[in-house]
């Protein structure tokens, strides 16, 4: 199984300037960069393809959906810059040779509120309607897009696997799958391996972040259970982290980030993969309070 980390981790927003950060994973043993794209004019693409091409790493693409990219919005032009962003994604993530291109697709991050049940289905109405255009290009080039639940906090249209599905097998498209953040997963679903039993094959991303977003192994979820689930399913996508070291401002407002998540950026990195590296590749072993 590949094993990846988000430019999240080092940089917000990831720029041209930022490309050491690709030398870093490499250099950790990761397979896989995930670009994270907050300004697309910030990054040489051509470069980029370039510099993980002369690495050989492995590339996969997620969104940063701010208010002006909702494609749930009450406001007709925000809801066309939201499609707008989503299909800028998945030409970037064709042009990349990544197999997905991931994100809470479906609104804001950040956008939390208790709407009467006629608003919630005119928006979640809205959002169907953008999500079948975005599935069309995305047939059209060959990316699947990773539909991913954010827990509570962060929205209020999908925060749970059985949302996502439903969401999912309305636009049935078998370019339009989901992402599971385990990190958000360990707020809003009981039990993290039989929601992973329960996607099956709509599973085509795994962000494998600990409890606290911290480093993966430090916390409390469940990875040997974790792992079994995904090995009963036949998952064959990548295992990414994806947490925040040095958000901007309107990411740190977002995913509400008010504190270092570990010593370093580099440290979590390097433990992180030592960790999921063991667990999910290399046998039986368990780390930090993970007991046998």
């Given at each position: 199984m590949d094993i990846g980390i988000s430019t999240f981790v080092w940089v917000s927003p990831f720029s041209t300037a930022s490309f050491d950060v690709l030398r870093k994973a490499k250099d950790i043993g990761y397979?896989?960069?995930?670009?994270?794209?907050e300004d697309r004019e910030l990054i040489d693409w051509v470069a980029l393809k370039k510099a993980c091409h002369s690495l050989g790493l492995k590339v996969t693409v997620s969104g940063a959906f701010g208010m002006d990219r909702d494609i749930s919005s009450?406001?007709?032009?925000?809801r066309a810059n939201g499609l707008?962003?989503?299909?800028?994604?998945?030409?970037?993530?064709?042009?990349?040779e990544s197999p997905i291109f991931g994100g809470p697709l479906y609104s804001a991050v950040g956008k939390t509120r208790l709407v009467p049940?006629?608003?919630?289905?005119?928006?979640r109405q809205w959002c169907l309607e953008n999500l079948h255009l975005a599935a069309r290009r995305a047939e059209a080039l060959g990316v699947t897009l990773a539909l991913e639940p954010l827990n509570r906090f962060?929205?209020?249209?999908?925060n749970t696997v059985d949302q996502?599905?439903?969401?999912?097998?309305?636009?049935?498209?078998?370019?339009?799958?989901?992402?599971?953040d385990t990190f958000h997963n360990n707020i809003e679903e009981k039990n993290i391996p039989a929601s992973i039993l329960k996607l099956g094959d709509r599973l085509v991303h795994v962000q494998a972040n600990e409890n606290d977003r911290g480093t993966p192994g430090t916390g409390h979820l469940d990875w040997l259970g974790i792992r079994d689930?995904?090995?009963?399913?036949?998952?064959?996508?990548?295992?990414?982290?994806e947490t925040f070291g040095a958000p901007s401002k309107e990411l740190a407002r977002a995913a509400?980030?008010?504190?270092?998540?570990?010593?370093?950026?580099?440290?979590?990195?390097?433990?992180g993969f030592g960790f999921l590296k063991k667990t999910f590749c290399g046998g039986e072993g368990r780390y930090s309070n993970q007991i046998d």
């Open positions: 397979d896989v960069i995930e670009i994270a794209v009450d406001q007709a032009r925000v707008s962003y989503i299909i800028d994604c998945l030409e970037i993530a064709n042009e990349l049940e006629a608003q919630k289905q005119q928006e962060e929205t209020d249209m999908i996502a599905i439903a969401l999912v097998d309305e636009v049935a498209s078998d370019r339009l799958k989901i992402l599971l689930a995904l090995q009963t399913i036949g998952y064959g996508g990548s295992l990414v982290i509400s980030i008010w504190r270092p998540l570990a010593a370093s950026a580099d440290e979590l990195a390097a433990e």
